[in-house]
């Protein structure tokens, strides 16, 4: 069954049109040269109604990723922001996944982007857990890819670009096609980076570690969300260069990611990690996670925008 809301609405160049006729041409630049940024957020049903979690974060990184490829968004972030509101209330989802992606479009072929007008649409439809059904509770099995995430100075990895995700793809098909659930990649110094599509946490007695954004990871919102809340929860915490070996070592591992949230990791190329299970300071932190977009820790952070 298609997860798509084939009778709603996609917002394209600020109108809503009808999600069979949200087309682009097959020249468009973007299909040709992977010329495209996008966001990947989600609303949630809470006992206090729908809410978005960390919009404005989201539509910052949107806009810091089109300025790295000289894209200028002719809307301004208010402006987007609603737009996803509005895009969410067509489609009358108490919750969905959102999809925001800005792109080069239909203008003339060639690798100079420039003559292409820069193109906005908005996304929703409902998703449910990105690593399974069992995955939050249960964890999952990954393994180290033997692909690398892209070199500095090559492609930006703090780009949310489409580009990016080729990389990413061949990370996950291999994982896939080994019978994991997911890859995690090294980054060209052979230290830990992230995964197909999340950022990584360990937690050796009792503090947490991640990669820094130097590593060739993605800034991401769930990565900082978590930050924020191990602080909160006065958990010692480090950003710091990760060895691979350091991995199979970890009490806990979990990935973090809009889709994935905080998905623990159970093993590592068949390495049990701590006693197979999610971890304490895992399961105290989805709950922190979860609580605070359920509203039960007010807003202090100003992270929700209820719809
Ligand atoms: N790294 C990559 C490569 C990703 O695709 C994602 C998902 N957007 C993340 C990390 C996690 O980022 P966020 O928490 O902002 O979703």
Redesign the pocket.
């Known amino acids: 069954m298609s997860p798509f809301v084939e009778n709603g609405k996609v917002w394209m160049n600020g109108k809503l049109v009808p999600w069979n006729e949200a087309n682009i041409h097959i020249a468009s630049h973007v299909i040709h040269y992977g010329s495209c940024l996008f966001e990947?957020?989600r609303a949630y049903e809470t006992p206090k109604g729908t809410v978005i979690f960390r919009l404005d974060a989201?539509i910052r990184?949107l806009y810091n990723s089109c300025k790295m490829y000289r894209m200028e968004i002719p809307y301004t972030m208010k402006e987007f922001m609603q737009a996803v509101i509005e895009t969410i209330k067509a489609n009358h989802l108490k919750s969905c996944y959102i999809r925001p992606i800005v792109y080069r479009g239909y203008g003339k072929l060639g690798v100079d982007p420039f003559p292409n007008p820069v193109d906005c649409a908005i996304l929703v439809w409902e998703w449910g857990s990105y690593l399974g059904e069992q995955a939050l509770e249960s964890g999952v099995d990954v393994k180290i890819s033997s692909w690398q995430r892209m070199a500095p100075n090559t492609f930006p990895a703090l780009a949310?670009s489409g580009a990016?995700?080729m990389n990413?793809q061949l990370i996950k098909m291999e994982a896939l096609v080994d019978g994991y659930v997911e890859g995690i990649a090294l980054n060209v110094r052979g230290h830990i980076s992230?995964?197909?599509?999340?950022?990584i946490f360990i937690i050796i007695d009792d503090t947490i570690h991640t990669p820094p954004l130097s590593a060739s990871?993605?800034?991401?919102?769930?990565?900082d969300?978590v930050i924020r809340l191990t602080q909160d929860l006065n958990i010692p915490f480090v950003e710091e260069t990760i060895p691979r070996e350091m991995l199979y070592i970890s009490d806990e591992v979990f990935f973090?990611?809009?889709?994935?949230e905080i998905t623990p990791i159970r093993s590592i190329d068949k390495i049990k990690i701590g006693n197979g299970k999610r971890g304490p300071i895992t399961k105290n932190l989805q709950d922190e996670y979860f609580a605070y977009i359920d509203g039960d820790r007010g807003d202090k952070y100003h992270w929700l925008t209820y719809i």
Request: without cysteine; hydrophobic residues 20%; charged residues 20%.
């Open positions: 990947g957020f989201h990184r949310k990016n995700y990413s992230e995964g197909s599509g999340e950022n990871i993605l800034p991401g919102i769930t990565r969300t973090t990611g809009s889709a994935a």
